[in-house]
């Protein structure tokens, strides 16, 4: 069909768009006027409307199965239910990165509707440099990885999705993930765009703030799904690995949350500017390293479907240009910044650059552990693992301390505060965590080991992000109405940072718990068998042959039940995809309140029976309830009036009208 | 030997699957097998990506599993195993790598990050302090935060304000 040949022609054009986009913001900069400033608007808007026609001409040949796109016929099909053959789309190296551009473009879009209360100068070099990316990944899809190449005859048959992927979460975690990556793009253009024109205040964290904040919840829960992904996809019961991939992912993360916190100092007292702004291009250069590590097959793995090192070798300089570009950039502008406001040592300024030190540090040490072993290898030939033992030490050891912290940095006034009247404050939830983590810890004792310092963190982050609400209703001090009166009356930023840092509290105490408590028991199951795994009682019911649309799978059903109550049935599979001959597994997983039964199969045995493997995970769904706490915190806060389009002009006006 | 090695691996990784540790490994010891485990966790399966012998399926890492509980039984402490598997399989099947030689860098970045960085925070904060005492805030940079503080109250109080018909 023709539609291809006119996503293909669309693309083209947003290339072609983007780079006049690019050539009239410098001109626009230079000399500055509202013809120049409302074309570089328009143009981003068209940008995203060229790239959306694009892709939606790609997504119609594959989910009608048109298998003379070569992308289709290698990555789907006819068989394929209707939400994996859209999928699929993505499902490969060149849709994926068609993706990545749709949602740059995306953002640049957004910003330029959504920033017009933006100096115009301002908006217009935010708008240039966000052009400027993606005419560097349009050229890079266009000319290395072009997703509408035709094949010169039409196969009747796809070679079909790798099954792994042939799942409801690659709908869903690849395109939150890249909205998180790829918006802090639009941190980065902000910071060049300040760079260039030297103008940082506190007016930019504000404009900032938004922005980075709706990365943040994207790529929270985009890493959150894919560690749910992993977990019930692979077969093992790991929710988190420290592949090298997961990683890439991680690192913007740590910088993302550190921005978010620095971004807050300077918005509020003015101080932290350089950081801020450098914090804003690491995290955006760390996301473009991951698309790097992940789309160049530097590594390989399940995420980089194809591998061709031409790509690798682009996309390695794509990534230096910017990185170094933005490097060089700030070394040349940063010192003619001023410093801002000042602060003591003990003060919440200090909390957050005591947070900033440490999710810094932690990033360091992931990165590290992520890139030594390639570096090693390519300079020395050497060859090393660096695999999860090394990153639980050094990265669980940065977070012991930085746990400590985050509920003192909701208590300590700006400018200057007192650590013994903080503590004062926090005293009840101190009392009542450290009693909490006694009784369970010792509820479940099994040795000295670092569990109860876990669990104690755990519970302190959770319950000294509540006390923060509780001191300021004036929770039991005054009456229940007056209290409750107060709290609906709480700035909504109030709000959000309690439930983030409940959020992270919670997926701390998962992670403890599913770590130290969770047991494994291996053993040959015949169907009718029934045995006794750590407190559930689990029966193998039967086991059959199923046919699926595109697969045949083996079913085995277990009815599982913790000692003395109902019974939850389970289904564990094992698939074999015929036009890859290529085998899955399906965990079969059943909840019980936050604890989950996991139940994985192997092969039959010659006595007719079947292995079986079976985790018990004590509370491991907290792990992701954490999350998604975080995320619909960090949501709440952008309802927030003050980031509605108009507020930061409205605020320096009254100020200034104050003054006068 | 580096070449047969990859290419063990080209074959082995697409030998289909079976799960990790099989009912028929498991020692019957359970303090000895629990120490096999926390072994194998650390130990690399050479023909996967980034997956621990105990983690893995593959044939290989079976094979290695076995080794490392023949040699528990044997009577070796786990230094011993570990010694013994790197001797064959070289330090590329250790997940946590020693920390020795062309490892330092390795372990010592990021203390090393930390501690610059600690120390750059402490200087910056030293020198602005001393410019502070210099040179306190202007009476009109003092009017001015008073206003922005006031400002922003006002707003806050609106925002209750505006909240309160719709309660």
């Known amino acids: 069909m023709l539609s291809i040949e006119l996503g293909h022609f669309a693309l083209i054009l947003a290339f072609a768009l983007s780079l006049v986009q690019v050539g009239v913001s410098a001109y626009a900069w230079q000399r500055p006027n509202e013809g120049a400033f409302s074309f570089v608007r328009h143009a981003g808007v068209m940008q995203f409307v060229l790239v959306l026609l694009s892709f939606a001409a790609l997504t119609f040949a594959f989910v009608t199965s048109d298998f003379s796109l070569k992308l289709a016929y290698e990555h789907s099909h006819s068989l394929q239910p209707t939400l994996y053959k859209f999928t699929s789309v993505w499902g490969n190296h060149e849709g994926s990165l068609l993706l990545w551009v749709l949602i740059l473009t995306l953002f640049g879009a957004a910003v330029a509707v959504g920033g017009a209360n933006l100096p115009k100068a301002s908006h217009n070099l935010v708008l240039g440099t966000q052009g400027f990316l993606t005419f560097a990944f349009i050229g890079f899809t266009i000319f290395t990885s072009n997703p509408f190449e035709r094949l010169p005859e039409m196969p009747l048959e796809g070679r079909d999705l790798n099954p792994i992927l042939q799942d409801i979460g690659l709908a869903i975690h690849p395109p939150l993930l890249y909205l998180g990556y790829v918006g802090f793009s639009v941190c980065f253009s902000f910071a060049i765009a300040a760079l260039i024109s030297g103008k940082i205040d506190a007016a930019w964290a504000r404009w900032v703030r938004p922005w980075t904040m709706l990365s943040w919840i994207f790529l929270t829960l985009g890493i959150a799904m894919g560690s749910y992904w992993a977990y019930y996809e692979l077969g093992w019961g790991g929710w988190w690995f420290w592949d090298p991939v997961e990683n890439a992912s991680f690192m913007p993360w740590l910088t993302g949350t550190a921005l978010l916190h620095s971004a807050l100092v300077m918005e509020k007292r003015g101080a932290l500017k350089i950081w801020t702004i450098l914090l804003a291009i690491i995290t955006f250069s760390l996301s473009l390293l991951g698309t790097f590590l992940v789309r160049s097959g530097i590594l390989t793995s399940v995420h980089s479907f194809a591998t061709d090192p031409s790509r690798g070798l682009v996309i390695l300089g794509m990534l230096t240009f910017f990185i170094c570009g933005a490097f060089i950039l700030f070394a040349w502008r940063a010192p003619t910044l001023k410093a801002g406001g000042l602060f003591s040592p003990i003060s919440r300024e200090a909390a957050l650059v005591f947070n900033n030190l440490f999710l810094a540090t932690a990033t360091i040490a992931v990165l590290v552990g992520t890139l030594y072993p390639l570096v090693l290898d390519a300079f020395t030939g050497i060859k090393i693992s660096v695999g999860a033992p090394f990153f639980d030490l050094t990265f669980g050891a940065l977070m012991v301390p930085l746990l400590l912290v985050v509920p003192f940095g909701p208590f300590l006034p700006w400018k200057r505060a007192s650590i013994a009247q903080a503590s004062k404050r926090l005293f009840g939830a101190i009392v009542l965590s450290l009693i909490l983590a006694i009784i369970v810890a010792a509820y479940l004792w099994e040795g000295f080991t670092l569990t109860p310092l876990g669990i104690l963190l755990g519970f302190w982050v959770i319950i000294g992000a509540l006390a923060d609400l509780v001191e300021r209703s004036k929770l039991f001090k005054v009456s229940p109405s007056v209290s409750l009166r107060r709290l609906a009356g709480l700035p909504k930023n109030v709000w959000s940072t309690s439930f983030a840092h409940m959020g992270l509290g919670l997926t701390v105490l998962g992670v403890v718990f599913v770590t130290a408590f969770e047991t494994e028991t291996i053993t040959t199951m015949q169907p009718g068998d029934q045995i006794e795994a750590h407190g559930y009682s689990v029966r193998f019911v039967n086991e059959q042959n199923v046919p699926g649309p595109n697969f045949t799978s083996e079913t085995a059903t277990f009815a599982v039940a913790p000692v003395g109550k109902r019974e939850n049935l389970v289904a564990s599979e094992k698939r074999n995809y015929p036009a890859r001959q290529m085998p899955t597994t399906e965990a079969g997983i059943t909840t019980f309140g936050l604890s989950q039964v996991y139940i994985s199969i192997g092969d039959r045995v010659e006595d007719n029976g079947r292995v079986v493997r079976i985790w018990t995970k004590p509370w491991i769904l907290l792990i992701w309830i954490g999350t998604v706490v975080m995320a619909l915190a960090g949501t709440y806060s952008l309802t927030d009036r003050k980031y509605r389009i108009a507020a930061p002009n409205l605020v320096r006006k009254q100020a200034l009208g104050a003054t006068k | ?167």
């Not at chain 2, 290989?60 to 195993?81: F, H, K, T």
């Not at chain 2, 570990?82 to 020693?98: I, Q, S």
């Not at chain 2, 005492?133 to 006002?154: H, I, V």
């Open chain 2, 1 to 167: 030997m580096n070449r047969i090695l990859m290419i063990l691996i080209l074959i082995v990784s697409f030998v289909p699957q079976a799960i990790a540790v099989q009912p028929d490994e498991v020692l019957d010891d359970p303090a000895l097998e629990e120490r096999a485990r926390d072994i194998s966790a650390g130990l690399r399966c050479l023909v996967c990506q980034n997956q621990s012998i105990d983690d893995s399926d593959a044939d290989l890492a079976r094979d290695l599993r076995i080794v490392v509980r023949e040699r528990l039984v044997a009577g070796d402490s786990d230094e011993e195993v570990l010694d013994y598997v790197v001797d064959r399989y070289g330090e590329f099947v250790l997940l946590k790598p020693t920390f020795s030689g062309h490892n330092l860098v390795l372990w010592i970045a990021a203390p090393l990050v930390f501690v610059i960085g600690l120390v750059m925070v402490f200087s910056v904060s030293m020198r602005q302090r001393k410019l502070s005492t210099a040179a306190g805030m202007t009476p009109e940079e003092e009017q001015m935060l008073a206003a922005l503080a006031e400002s922003e109250n006002d707003h806050a109080d609106k925002d209750q304000a505006s909240r309160k018909p719709t309660d």
